[in-house]
């Protein structure tokens, strides 16, 4: 007889006891010690005891059959078994609940003056306490009736949802809290003046929680095998089916790992109060060699922001202080502090560069760094694409229900950069919206691992609208960055080329989920199998946001982007029909781009129905003509960077949209192979024209640029509504070529830019680059403030980046000094000399002949 109950119940006995053990050092430590107990103890202490509950419960369950086969156990057992097992599904949320909430209000001791990581905090305990609740409440309320979940045998009007399926669906939640909990101090932690030693002490501390993730990891293996092997997705099975169900041998590992994370957390959140009690056990452990030298040196674990006690502590009134002295505040350390200082003290780190004074050798760093970002999205695009696709065959979803899982992606787009990514990135800049972007984006793949144990469409659809929610967040800040990050006369060719490497993440992710990931996903058993994958996807995010947080990325002030701005000024502001150029130009850009993705959006969705109806006798499969119309995408973007060596962007964006639509309607009127070639040649025209319309309608738009950048983000939702337009068209004449209208309508619509751009003469002075256009680093001393008479470059590209002289003198070092903001600009007068020799000779006499008129710089 197999017999799984002699290790469920020694591994659970001896997990729940070294909790306890850790419990009580708690306590003592707090009472005896630092004699001060706080809230963060009392709820460990409710932890503990719903634990207790908890823990036993799997101890009688393991009395009366689980771990057993459901044949080896009698039936007069099986009431005790299923109450037993009730009683441990209810606590277990509960119990979590308890100890996550204990160590979060814990963290808010650390610290009262940094309000972005006690907002955290808050958020984590709301999201910990109502999703605990909610599954509570779900697990008590598991049968209807409730009383049949002690039922031997289940009563015909009857109905229990599977509580491994709930496990399931959960876990998300727990792994999502869980690294929330890891990495929420560590940025306080790594920051702090300590020595190392005591740094190193510290983080590995309060990594403790690392091991919970990893428990919980292992747990989800388990039940994700029990689930498996039972085949939950393919009928029904309650917690009393007996014979085939067998739930009391597969759910008696899962339960022992589940009460293996409960109380390793309980043991983890112990950990960081033990600090006094091992400093009076074994000091030299924590304390250095130099403390007896430095008495008024502290190390501090906190209750609070702490300042550093003085030999002689006193009252206002003068009288010695008598309050005991928290022992957790006075541990020593060789740190120095001046009398005011709180322990939880921040590095005074440089300020980040600005990305507007970088050249083109400085950026290449943070712009290398930030591409990655453009890959990841690229990457989640491909994988979402052919998961979506697994999912719609084993649920059986129609046409319209599959563009609905799409237009979800894209309606993430429509939300994510006005609601979640403005306030960011106006706030606290590009570096924060690449983390937030990355979070969000992390926490959808995880919601894939319920909505494919579900097989809800519904739970599959929010989780594409979260993954899009994420990504659109991402690129709200990445894009901009780009652009920024370096000269401006160079925009367009680093966005295309960052872009370039989303496109191979978009061909080498289908790849990858087609022959290797979702290759044998053929049933919803494997389908939560493929979790795995997201999982993975969901930790290194997480992971890269951390090292975002430590790297030194430049970011743009609106007072630089003004500056910027102002060195063109005049350009900028010329009006067209009443409109000043720039937000004309914004506006148009706006309109081209959101049709210009719904037209890319149309033709990703229809191309292999497009194939097959123009050929169907190709040798090539749907998949094949997709990935080969991806392959086509990336080598465009890469091709357009290369053109803009030598023609304008705008040029290049003309040409673009001609051959968009010139193609598209090829597309329409050739069949066969000839009719698939001409679809892969307008997957090559597209590739370009994103990138160069979003760094064109941003130009010039000053301390607005960073919400221009919000706006041509959120175009990117016309991928929402016009692949159902193009379906609608399809079913009206039955053919894929004659719904192709579609496309050419979007295109056309969107060229509108593109004649605007080379028609309107004040338009192409706005938009043309000039060389060299980037703030240079003030190097001057102190002198009164210059009357500087401002002029436009004349070095004009009369074609791409080769064409444009780079400057006027030797090297841009060379440049003068360029004005401050606020700086007064006069008008040039039209007979001054164009050389920058004469125009310094000019001013050097006047200010020589005149010693009463105020010195003037002149600009060029």
């Known amino acids: 007889m197999e017999n799984r109950r002699p290790a469920t119940l020694g591994v659970s006995i001896v997990v729940f006891v070294i909790a306890s053990l850790f419990v009580a050092l708690r306590f003592i430590s707090r009472i005896f010690l630092v004699k001060r107990v706080g809230l963060h103890d009392y709820l460990m202490l409710l932890a503990w005891v719903i634990d207790f509950g908890f823990s036993f419960s799997l101890f009688y369950a393991t009395k009366y059959g689980l771990g057993l086969h459901e044949s080896d156990v009698p039936d007069a057992k099986e009431p005790g078994l299923n109450k037993a097992n009730y009683a441990f599904t209810v606590l277990y949320n509960p119990a979590l609940m308890a100890v996550k909430t204990s160590i979060l209000v814990f963290y808010l001791t650390l610290t009262r003056n940094q309000k972005v990581y006690r907002w955290a905090n808050y958020i984590t305990i709301a999201v910990v306490n109502i999703a605990g609740l909610v599954l509570t409440f779900v697990n008590v309320f598991q049968c209807r009736p409730v009383s049949a979940a002690f039922m031997a045998t289940l009563p015909a009007n009857a109905h229990c949802t599977d509580i491994l399926t709930l496990y399931l669906s959960s876990s998300p939640v727990n792994i999502i809290t869980d690294l929330a909990i890891l990495f929420l101090p560590m940025p306080l932690l790594t920051q702090m003046h300590l020595p190392t030693k005591q740094k190193g002490i510290l983080v590995v501390t309060f990594s403790f929680g690392f091991f919970v993730a990893v428990v919980d990891v292992i747990r989800i293996a388990f039940l994700q095998q029990a689930a498996t092997s039972r085949q939950l997705a393919l009928k029904s099975i309650h917690i009393q089916n007996g014979g085939t169900a067998d739930f009391s041998w597969y759910a008696s590992l899962s339960f022992m790992w589940s009460v293996v994370e409960v109380n390793v957390s309980i043991i983890c959140a112990c950990v960081p109060s033990l600090k006094p009690l091992v400093s009076r056990i074994m000091p030299k452990l924590i304390k250095n060699t130099s403390d007896a030298s430095n008495p008024n040196e502290y190390y501090a674990t906190g209750e609070n922001d702490i300042t550093p006690p003085q030999p002689a502590m006193a009252t206002p009134e003068g009288h010695p202080e008598d309050h005991p002295r928290d022992v957790e505040a006075t541990t020593h350390t060789s740190a120095s502090y001046a009398p005011n200082m709180t322990f939880f003290d921040f590095v005074n780190m440089r300020g ?292 803009q060596w030598f023609l304008k962007p705008r040029w290049i ?132 403030p210059l009357e500087v008479i401002h002029r436009e470059k004349e070095n004009r590209a009369s074609g791409g980046v080769f064409s444009r002289r780079r400057s006027v003198v030797p090297g841009p070092d060379h440049l003068p000094d360029l004005p401050f903001p606020g700086e007064a600009q006069l008008n040039i007068p039209p007979s001054l000399p164009m050389s920058r020799s004469s125009s310094s000779s000019q001013a050097n006499s006047r200010i020589s002949h005149n010693p009463l008129q105020r010195p003037v710089a002149i600009r060029e």
């Open 653 to 784: 964006l003309l040409v673009s949209y001609i051959g968009m639509v010139v193609f598209a309607v090829l597309c329409m009127n050739t069949t066969g192979s000839s009719a698939i070639a001409m679809a892969m040649l307008v997957f090559l025209f597209e590739s370009g024209a994103y990138s160069i319309i979003f760094a064109i309608a941003l130009r010039g738009t000053s301390r607005h640029t960073k919400t221009a950048s919000v706006l041509l983000t959120m175009c990117v939702s016309g991928g929402v509504y016009f692949p159902f337009a193009q379906y609608a068209a399809y079913l009206s004449h039955g053919t894929v070529r004659y719904s192709y209208c579609v496309l050419v309508a979007l295109f056309a619509a969107g060229a509108i830019f593109p004649l605007y751009l080379n028609l309107v003469p004040a338009v192409k002075r706005q938009v043309d680059p000039v060389p060299n256009e980037y703030l240079r680093r003030h190097h001057r001393r102190n002198r009164p």
């Open 352 to 643: 980040p560069e600005s990305m507007l004074k970088l050249n083109n050798r400085e950026s290449i760093a943070p712009n290398a760094i930030t591409t990655l970002l453009f890959f990841l999205w690229g990457f989640a695009y491909g994988l979402l694409d052919i998961l979506n696709s697994q999912f719609q065959k084993i649920v059986q979803l129609d046409a319209w229900h599959s563009l609905g899982l799409h237009a979800a992606y894209f309606g993430g787009y429509l939300l994510g950069p006005l609601l979640i990514g403005r306030p960011v990135l106006k706030s606290w800049g590009f570096k924060a919206t690449f983390i937030t972007g990355l979070c969000i984006y992390a926490c959808g793949a995880l919601i894939f691992w319920p909505s494919a144990v579900l097989t809800s469409t519904v739970a599959f659809t929010i989780s594409n609208f979260i993954v899009g929610l994420g990504l659109a967040v991402l690129e709200t800040a990445a894009n901009p960055f780009i652009a920024l990050c370096g000269p401006l006369e160079n925009s367009e060719i680093r966005l295309n080329i960052s872009q370039g490497v989303q496109a191979i993440g978009s061909v080498l992710s289908p790849l990858l989920a087609k022959k290797v990931l979702f290759k044998s996903v053929q049933d919803v058993a494997s389908l939560v199998n493929v979790q795995w994958t997201y999982l993975g996807i969901a930790l290194f995010d997480f992971l890269l946001a951390v090292v975002f947080y430590y790297l030194p990325l430049p970011e743009a002030s609106d007072d630089d982007l003004e500056e910027l701005a102002n060195r063109r000024r005049e350009d900028n502001h010329t009006k067209v029909a009443g409109i000043p150029v720039v937000w004309l130009t914004l506006g148009l850009g706006l309109w081209s781009q959101f049709f210009y993705v719904a037209g890319q959006e149309v033709l990703n969705t229809s191309v292999e129905s497009f194939a097959i109806d123009a050929r169907p006798t190709t040798s090539l499969s749907p998949f094949d003509i997709l990935t080969l119309g991806h392959g086509m995408f990336a080598i465009g973007r890469f091709l357009a960077a290369f053109a």
